[in-house]
């Protein structure tokens, strides 16, 4: 790859530069502009799907509300990001969001920056919303492809495949993307359970302390994919490391 | 046979079409077997043929896909005669060879007859649903046995891929699809020239072209006919789009519920590949491109163009962000240009006339011919093919004869699910792509559906939000809630719960819906909502305010009651009513127990004075 290209734009008045290639929304907030969001995250490819951190672009003379994360940084773009229509449109993003997981707290709380309180809709009360960050995660960064998306609509949901759950190493990832919490691990006697996707998974206890510190399941797939020595998990990553 | 330059092409056309003229006088039997026809028993017409025919080896019997005229199948013409015969049935077979196939005389009750003047018409040509259209890339399927590539090169077929490939550049090619004023047909009415022209300039060494037959409207099915009846076609214009643009590997993306286009197009190309019209050096021109076959899962949203990729490439087929464009970065992550059916199907027309011939059809943004599928509360449901620009009372009164049982027209809801309702008012606008998005509707993929004065309006949006929150791929807040929440409301008003403020918040709803959403579908989900509010807002006021459905569909709000002065007493009502809610002696008029009514109307139905009403 040849230097890295900058590219000039402005967010709201101000000058700014940025790699070509990436996306807005992060370049945005990198410099200290507020943009909700709830589908981002920097380990994981943009998505687009809770839409909340839509902006509003001017390119060529014309303009239109679009999602910052999903939207490549040009020159010549101007980026608006507090205007009445996208306040608008993100109130009412986020009172439907209110009504489909209304006990999740980081709904409620983004909900209320934005000054939504209540909503007018019935409740459905899952705590899921869809944004898709454990899939990918699961998917792009752990490369186990235990979840995906299943149906559409709204009876889309994340699932393991056909609910058999057999591809995930619970190493909880999904656990510490999740947003609104959704997704719970439990650790039991030399047991750990992913309560959402039902995956149970013995832990390999360390030949040197005795505790249980990580699924057998999941050591043996890393050795596997790693070509690591058959031992190499005998140990905790804590005992080896004190030789 | 290998064709291995373009001189062999034309001799070999020659030959084809100095065997036809050698059978001009040919008794012959010409049978549509199309879908619609099929459903209409056109496969046990054929084989009655058939049995007839193998007794007579000089009487040809030939197999087309569909005419359009779907209504009146099966649809036979016999020729040289050229006589139309429609509703055959098998019975009918033997008469028919025996008096007009041999004979040459008429059968009057097989004819059409046209409603208004009471006249048995003859003639294909004749027949007022035929005589307003011009059928100019549709028109063909009648001369074409599909599964026959030389019914496609006596028509001329493959000559404007010779034109293109010897006397043409990529660039030429490309500046007199752009002069056309092709736009496409899948929906969004992009100018395919300028398509073709940004996949052209992208740069890469592998390049797709995709061919979108997905068509998950329900109740559309022109590009199913298109690829069911004249496949080469839509293979020819695909090759000419490839040759342009610079692709060397091409998709046709079919859904599964199409098996008769599946097997024909898959025809269609192994005959191409045979005669060197598909393959390595096409024609001895250097020039490489192959098409294979997709099968799509059938979900509506597999349609659009970015979750049609990811169909093809094994994934979930789901929109993603168009920011990067597809013909810079498409399938494959490679340059990918894709057009519908009928878009590619008009290529070859546009080559052969030139740009200015096919320019002079059709209104100042749209050009050429659009082809409709012409449903619901009409005389002549079917395909229409017409210019851009037609009006909508030609299209609904002249070609669709209008509306049955004499009631009154109400509004066309065009563009599939998610277009908006036109109506009375509007009937004299000019349809094409602009002036559809004018009135709150759109061009879609051209399915026209018509509504009578029966139609509740607010059902109508309730019954196509429903539709696109079932198949809204579930990725977009805004078009996952927004739909759900629409239909709610919607629901709430059809069952007599609507409140003050309901109407406000479909606005709101439509709103965010259009203006966050990802996709086409969820961009355009609010169009049948937002529509029917602009044109029918007293209907929503008397569902809300009222408590009323004014046109008697919905059940909460419609009471049933019998006409003392109309009723004869006959007890046919309290006889069939499923929950005994009338009651009545002979000679005594009777009456409905409003309490114990279900509405479902069946008194309604049965009774023989028409002394039910219906508020
Ligand atoms: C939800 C949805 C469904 C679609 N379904 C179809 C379809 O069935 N067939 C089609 O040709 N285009 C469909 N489209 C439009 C395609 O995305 C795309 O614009 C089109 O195939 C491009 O070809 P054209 O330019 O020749 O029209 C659909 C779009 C959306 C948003
Ligand atoms: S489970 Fe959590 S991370 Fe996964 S889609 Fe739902 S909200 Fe997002
Ligand atoms: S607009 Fe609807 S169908 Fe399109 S991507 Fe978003 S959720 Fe899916
Ligand atoms: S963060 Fe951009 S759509 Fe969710």
Redesign the pocket.
């Given at each position: 790859m040849s230097e890295k290209e900058l590219v000039r734009f402005k967010i709201d008045g101000l000058e700014v530069e940025a790699e070509r290639g990436s996306m807005l929304l992060p370049v945005a907030l990198d410099y200290g502009f507020e943009i909700p969001h709830l589908c981002h995250h920097e380990a994981v490819s943009p998505y687009g799907?809770c839409r909340l951190c839509l902006v509003e672009v001017t390119k060529n003379g014309r303009t239109r509300m679009t999602t910052s994360c999903t939207y490549p940084v040009e020159d010549v773009i101007e980026v608006s990001t507090d205007t009445d229509q996208i306040r608008r449109a993100r109130r009412l993003l986020l009172e439907l969001l209110l009504a489909r997981s209304s006990r999740a707290e980081l709904i409620q709380r983004v909900a209320k920056e934005a000054g939504v309180t209540e909503t007018r809709f019935k409740a459905v009360d899952d705590d899921c919303i869809l944004c898709g960050l454990c899939e990918r995660v699961c998917r792009e960064v752990v490369e186990a492809n235990a979840i995906s998306f299943v149906n559409r609509g709204d009876r889309k949901e994340v699932a393991p495949p056909f609910w058999d759950p057999m591809a995930c190493i619970a190493c909880g990832a999904c656990v510490y993307i999740c947003p609104t919490d959704c997704i719970k691990m439990e650790e039991k006697g030399d047991e750990r359970t992913i309560v959402r996707w039902k995956r149970t998974l013995k832990m390999q206890k360390c030949k040197s302390c005795g505790k249980p510190f990580a699924p057998l399941f999941q050591l043996n797939w890393i050795i596997d994919k790693a070509s690591l020595p058959k031992d190499f998990y005998d140990v905790c990553p804590v005992c080896k490391q004190m030789g | 046979m290998y064709l291995k330059g373009p001189d062999e092409l034309e001799r070999l056309r020659k030959q084809v079409i100095e065997g036809k003229k050698a059978e001009e006088g040919q008794k012959r039997v010409v049978l549509c077997t199309g879908t619609g026809c099929r459903g209409a028993g056109a496969l046990e017409v054929s084989e009655a043929f058939q049995k007839e025919l193998d007794r007579s080896s000089d009487i040809e019997l030939k197999r087309t896909c569909c005419h359009g005229f779907c209504e009146r199948g099966p649809i036979t013409v016999i020729e040289p005669m050229g006589v139309f015969y429609q509703m055959v049935s098998p019975e009918q077979v033997s008469q028919i060879i025996a008096e007009t196939v041999k004979k040459g005389e008429v059968i009057e009750d097989l004819l059409y007859k046209d409603p208004k003047t009471g006249e048995n018409i003859r003639y294909e040509k004749d027949i007022p649903f035929y005589m307003r259209q011009m059928r100019l890339v549709f028109g063909h399927n009648r001369l074409i046995d599909p599964t026959r590539i030389e019914d496609y090169l006596a028509t001329g077929g493959y000559k404007a891929l010779t034109k293109a490939l010897f006397g043409m550049s990529p660039e030429q090619i490309i500046e007199e699809v752009k002069r056309s004023g092709l736009r496409g047909r899948g929906g969004g009415g992009f100018p395919a020239g300028r398509k073709w022209e940004n996949c052209r300039r992208a740069g890469a060494d592998v390049k797709y072209v995709i061919c979108n037959c997905d068509e998950g409207d329900p109740g559309a099915y022109m590009d199913r006919s298109l690829m069911e009846g004249n496949p080469h076609r839509v293979l020819e214009g695909m090759i000419i789009g490839a040759y342009a643009i610079g692709a060397s590997e091409g998709y046709v993306y079919v859904r599964n519920e199409y098996p008769l286009a599946v097997q024909n197009v898959g025809i269609a190309i192994k005959q191409a590949e045979k005669m060197g019209l598909l393959g390595e050096n096409i024609l001895g021109s250097g020039f490489k491109f192959t098409i294979s076959i997709n099968r799509g899962g059938g979900a509506f949203?597999a349609g659009?163009s970015t979750?049609l990729m990811a169909s093809i490439e094994g994934q979930v087929a789901?929109?993603r962000a168009k920011h990067i464009h597809t013909v810079e970065s498409g399938l494959w992550e490679r340059p990918t240009n894709l057009n519908n059916v009928e878009t590619w199907a008009n290529v070859p027309v546009i080559i052969e006339r030139g740009a200015d011939s096919y320019s002079n059809i059709g209104t100042e943004g749209s050009k050429g011919t659009k082809i409709f599928s012409l449903v619901g509360k009409i005389n002549n449901t079917g395909l229409i093919e017409v210019p851009m620009g037609m009006t909508l009372r030609e299209i609904v009164h002249d070609i669709g004869g209008g509306i049955p049982g004499g009631k009154k027209f109400k509004a066309v809801q065009t563009g599939g699910p998610s277009g908006g309702c036109i109506p009375e008012a509007l009937m004299e606008l000019p349809v094409d792509f602009d002036e559809l998005t004018k009135a709150g509707s759109m061009m879609g993929s051209g399915g026209m559906i018509v509504m009578d004065e029966s139609t509740c309006m607010v059902d109508v949006a309730k019954y196509f939000t429903n539709f696109l929150r079932d198949?809204?791929?579930?990725?977009?807040t805004?078009?996952?809630e927004g739909?759900l929440r629409m239909y709610e409301v919607l629901d709430d008003i059809t069952k007599g719960k609507g409140r003050e403020g309901d109407i406000e918040l479909l606005e709101e709803l439509g709103w965010v819906t259009a203006e966050a959403?990802?996709?086409?579908?969820?961009?355009t989900?609010p169009n049948p909502v937002l529509s029917t509010i602009h044109y029918f807002r007293d209907e929503y006021e008397a569902h809300i305010r009222d408590k009323k459905c004014p046109a008697g569909v919905c059940r909460d709000l419609i009471t049933y009651d019998i006409d003392t002065e109309l009723c004869i007493a006959c007890g046919k009502c309290k006889k069939e009513c499923p929950v005994e809610a009338i009651t009545g002696e002979k000679k005594v008029p009777h009456e409905i127990d409003q309490d114990k009514c279900i509405r479902c109307g069946t008194c309604m139905e049965v009774c023989p004075e028409d002394a039910v009403k219906v508020q």
């Open positions: 799907a | 949203v659009e979750a789901e929109p198949e809204s791929c579930g990725k977009c805004s078009c996952r739909t959403s990802l996709c086409g579908l969820g961009q989900a």
